[in-house]
Nanobody, 119 residues
């Protein structure tokens, strides 16, 4: 089994900052791209930021300049630091991990962490 565990969500005021963490563990032999996605009520899940095992990053236009994704390969952990948060950032944030397992390359999702930006 593979576990993907997120932490760091919560409530923050507009203009504030927070950092999300995600760790993948279990029967995953090589971890490739990891990333953060978010889902607004009634909408599909959208990419926020991704990072490859080599450190190449990609950001959604809506968070460019406000978000930084980073990674520690030694423990399959990624972080998402978000600054200048807006009410529009309110969503459930999910971590995705793509990696090599015994049966092939698979994607795994965490259970999500709520981020609420309000005064």
């Amino acid at each position: 089994q593979v576990q993907v565990v997120e932490s760091g969500g919560g409530s923050v005021q507009p203009g504030g900052s927070l950092t999300l963490s995600c760790t993948a563990s279990g029967n995953i032999y090589s971890v490739y791209t990891m990333g953060w996605y978010r889902q607004f009520p009634g909408k599909d899940r959208d990419m926020v930021a991704t990072i490859t095992e080599h450190g190449t990053t990609n950001y959604a236009d809506s968070v460019k300049g406000r978000a930084t994704i980073s990674r520690v390969n030694a423990n399959n952990t990624i972080y998402l630091q978000m600054n200048s948060l807006k009410p529009d950032d309110t969503a459930v944030y999910y971590c995705n991990t793509r990696g090599q397992t015994r049966i092939g390359v698979l994607n795994f999702w965490g259970q999500g962490t709520q981020v609420t930006v309000s005064a």
